[in-house]
């Protein structure tokens, strides 16, 4: 199965430490086995649908052998070895990954604006481009009554992240708004982590 | 920040991180418990301090204890102890 990893810089597994043997030359990677105890220590990668809960550095095209268990966000073999590096994923690329995540939040809370009869509110975010000036509305905005006010509070704590270079976690509070937009339908947040994870796949050029 | 009620909590995987390095967590566990560390970089930091600590804790051998601090410490478990009841 070909699968995606996102690493630390220099192909450091975030989480284990472990460092990955990289291709040369363009060829594959050598294959690493899992230690001990599969499935419960595996090799994990995840598929495009993950993409957007596992942000790192580095993303990597990984190959998996059989059997292959799809778990709910990630998916784990016996085996595995890196095939190549998605060139496209990056510190530009993170940011603007953070930046539509935000922008589409942005929609959600002014639809959410226009619902509860504040039409010039929304039409203010609407107007907003950039994450510079999407945060300072989305404060002003705080004045608004209670169910607004904690939209809004989202919001600017999503834009205000993706400026302080917190991608991961913009993006994570991005798709939170979809809950509380669509009247506390817990499904929407990972409706809209999909979406998020098509718009990386169809960036990077993953899709198919 | 309101987390997904499918995440975990900073409390929660604080409660859960010696199982996490023991390597004992169920998977389902597991994923919630890296899923968060993506977002959560003060949780991150934790990790970090509870791997350093393990490590360096772990070269200690029992002759390296001063014995004054090997009988504070002796002390203070057992006080300890009495303070909690002095369970089994």
């Given at each position: ?84 590096r998605v060139a496209g994923w990056g510190p530009e690329m993170s940011a603007r990954f953070a930046e539509q995540a935000a922008l589409m939040a942005r929609d959600r809370v002014a639809a959410a604006l226009d619902r509860a009869g504040l039409a010039p509110l929304a039409r203010v ?84 | ?88």
């Amino acid at each position: 199965m070909i699968a995606y990893k996102f690493l630390g810089s220099g192909a450091i597994a975030p989480f284990t430490g472990f460092r990955w043997p990289v291709p040369a030359s363009g060829e594959a990677g050598p294959w690493v086995e899992a230690r001990s105890s599969f499935p419960q220590r595996g090799i994990h990668a995840c598929r495009e649908v993950d993409l957007a809960y596992w942000l790192d550095a580095e993303l990597w095209r990984a190959e998996l052998t059989d059997p292959v268990i799809e778990d709910r966000r990630q998916v784990v073999s016996s085996r595995g070895r890196l095939l190549s590096r998605v060139a496209g994923w990056g510190p530009e690329m993170s940011a603007r990954f953070a930046e539509q995540a935000a922008l589409m939040a942005r929609d959600r809370v002014a639809a959410a604006l226009d619902r509860a009869g504040l039409a010039p509110l929304a039409r203010v975010l609407e107007g907003c481009a950039d994450l510079l000036d999407l945060g300072a509305a989305a404060r002003t905005t705080l004045q608004s009554p209670a169910p607004v006010a904690s939209l809004a509070e989202y919001l600017a704590e999503a834009a205000e992240s993706a400026l302080a270079g917190d991608h991961a976690v913009s993006a994570y509070i991005s798709a939170r708004v979809a809950v509380p937009s669509a009247g506390g339908d817990e499904t929407e947040f990972a409706a809209e982590r999909e979406r998020q994870a098509r718009w990386l796949a169809e960036q990077l050029g993953l899709c198919g | 920040m309101i987390v997904n009620p499918d995440d975990l909590s900073c409390q929660e995987l604080v409660e859960l991180v010696t199982e996490y390095l023991e390597g004992s967590l169920p998977p389902r566990e597991r994923t919630r418990f890296e899923m968060h560390l993506c977002y959560c970089e003060p949780c991150r930091a934790y990790l970090r301090q509870m791997r350093e600590m393990t490590r360096l804790a772990g070269r200690l051998p029992e002759e390296a204890i001063p014995a004054t601090t090997k009988e504070a410490l002796l002390h203070a478990f057992r006080d300890w102890k009495r303070d909690t009841g002095g369970g089994t």
